[in-house]
């Protein structure tokens, strides 16, 4: 494999981590909006977590 092979591959690695990256954040946000959602409703005595 030549330097430049090297260097691609390494490139597209570091681009599909970082979309994984990306990608598990915004699934972070929205697990978090969706739990201060359930706290609130918890906390006015709502039971459906919907």
Known sequence: MSMHDESTQTARRAALAQGIITEQQNEIRLMQAWLARYRARQAHG????K
């Open 46 to 49: 709502a039971s459906d977590p």
